[in-house]
């Protein structure tokens, strides 16, 4: 990507921000043009809500519906949320043309003011100020990467793979035992792909397990990448693993614990989640794998009863919620996963096989599962 | 180092895990000892309490005092946790002989079993674990590094600065957005300095903050490295600070929030806890400063009322404790500025300074500080 001498930006950046401006200027001209015509200024919002999110079976994944919401200026109810969408976006507006992003908390705060002449302040919290910007993400059709917004970061990586990460190129394979921090955003205009052997990438759930693999050299040994994502993957995490997919063809495997969480986990790496449906496009994968940790494993690998940890009610609420989703319902091996669970009464997690010794998860439990391509889909 | 062929560590790891090693058999060989001499096996277990912690003025961190408490293994009180000592004792010896490391919970998992002939468990949670290896480390005076444990990673790093990890060489200088992740070990026989140009590390208590600075290349204008803790800093990134300011000599500016959770967190980095204090000589940095942010800036940097936080009654109830501590109890400045805290009435987060510009807190408000020399000590 040629870098352009004057702004330090890619050109291919130059000309999503200019996208990106012209759809928040079409916003505040469609508010002008109504107030000048003497109508109600309005902004029509997508729903983000269950109702409105739709399994799309052929495609594998969750996805935002058609309904939509109005939001009217001159409405009591809805007078406060137009003129936080007003406000954002002239924020976001600022950020692109000074070329900076800024934290979700940061943009709570560039909003936050007391409004002239009251003693009423534009957010009451930092949780409505984020409603206002997924509202924005979905209403303008730009993720948040492109309206210079970024969330907390999460997640490490390390393996046979070297990327571009803003202009510096970085080695995933000389990464010590700390690793490579994931940044939040890692869209294609701030990290590429320049060089990869890796045949897979291994997602486990939290960083001392990714600990434990780092320490084996698993990634060497098997040729991989090994990402984890700190518990429920943030955006970015997801969309890397995305990227590595679709973009690389590397399968995702995911090793995560045996329980409702890890299901969950799983099925939102896999299909996407309702609140982000209408990002599923760039974050679900739905060829990711579940290699373990099993219901059956107990057996399977001679555990001891010390590693169960009993279900409590919301367990079994959470399980069977989670059996129910449409992508599941009809799956017989996830049917059978879950019942599993049930039927044992306890959960398990991935550290659980230190029972069997230090190293048995990463020399022979993930090895044997991928040679036997004994995975869940 | 030179690396050993048959084994792939350095000597000088070798030479720690020897040690460590015999320090555990002579444990062990008290035990049989007394046993076999018809006496009751017994360890003395120096005792992590706020009453043997001492304030040590002169060298200005806090230290464990001199108080041990004894575990019996015919004591029904004691005995439980004399057989848990044990396990943990020759798990380590295991990991030690294997050389590995585990996390935290690794080390409840491999020491969790059922007593043979009873139902109960060695261990009723991961909290007793991890008080044993607390125990463990200030008995044996072997750190929980040089009992192969690791606990859950955090925090970030950027800027002028060659480090090599576990072998590797990583530039810090070409970290891209994501950054180099701290590891949770950075003892100087996994973790050594290889070329500095930085001048001093400014250290910020959270990523997003981070972000902003890496971003605006602070790290490179300003020629330093800068650090992350996600909020109160974990034992690695603690280490890599005090190893940053010792070995390198580079001063260690902290720019926390104003509030008691941010005065806790410098506290915590200056002076060291309580629960750790047997580790202060290795984590605590008497001469870290704190940049900011501090009570009166809400007048010197004209902030608007909306980013005040209110004080609640805990807020008052932790400013007053933190008044109280010894270093801070005589500290004229720190006097003022937790009183400033308490007449202001609101807790101001870094992020506040954004009401003045994105930047303002990059390009302004620490270089400003820096100059000025406006920091308490």
């Known amino acids: 990507m040629a870098k352009s001498k004057s702004s330090g930006l890619t050109s291919s950046v130059k000309d999503r921000d200019a996208r990106t401006l012209s759809k928040i200027k079409d916003l505040a001209d469609g508010v002008a043009k109504a107030a000048l015509g003497g109508k109600e200024p309005r902004f029509e919002i997508p729903t983000r809500t269950r109702s409105n999110t739709n399994w799309n079976k052929k495609k594998g994944i969750l996805e935002m519906g058609d309904a939509t919401s109005e939001r009217l200026l001159f409405n009591l109810n ?13 924020s976001i507006k600022d950020l692109i043309e000074v070329e900076k992003t800024l934290s979700l908390r940061g943009m709570f705060y560039k909003g936050l003011h007391t409004v002239a002449g009251t003693k009423e302040k534009t957010f009451a919290d930092q949780a409505e100020s984020d409603g206002i910007l997924e509202d924005l993400e979905v209403s303008l059709g730009a993720l948040r990467e492109e309206l210079h917004i970024f969330a907390k970061k999460k997640g490490t990586m390390i393996g046979n793979i070297t990327i571009i990460d803003s202009g510096d190129e970085i080695d995933c394979r000389k990464m010590g035992s700390g690793g490579y921090s994931i940044p939040s955003i890692v869209e294609p205009d701030v990290m590429q792909f320049k060089k990869c052997e890796a045949k897979f990438v ?68 896999k299909q996407g989640s309702i609140s982000l449906a209408f990002e599923s496009n760039r974050l679900a994968i739905p060829q990711a794998k579940f290699i373990g940790v099993r219901s059956k494993d107990f057996t399977a690998c001679g555990l001891s009863e010390d590693v169960q940890i009993a279900l409590n009610d919301n367990d079994i609420k959470r399980a069977k919620e989670i059996a129910a989703y449409p992508w599941f319902a009809h799956h017989k091996g996830w049917q059978k996963e879950i019942q599993g669970l ?5 959960k398990m997690e991935v550290e659980a096989m230190i029972n069997k010794g230090i190293s048995y998860v990463t020399e022979e439990y993930v090895p044997a599962r991928l040679k036997a391509k004994d995975w869940l889909d």
């Open 202 to 269: 291994l997602h486990v759930e939290k960083d001392t397990v990714w600990g434990r693999f780092n320490e084996d050299k698993f990634w060497q040994k098997h040729n991989c990448i090994l990402t984890e994502g700190g518990g429920q993957p943030s955006r970015g995490v997801r969309r890397l693993l995305q990227r590595l997919n679709s973009e690389l063809g590397l399968p995702i495997y995911c090793l995560l614990d045996c329980d409702p969480w890890g299901h969950y986990i799983f099925s939102v790496i």
């Open 342 to 346: 049930l039927d044992n009464g306890f």
């Open 78 to 90: 809805q007078a406060k949320q137009f003129m936080q969408t007003c406000l954002h976006s002239s």
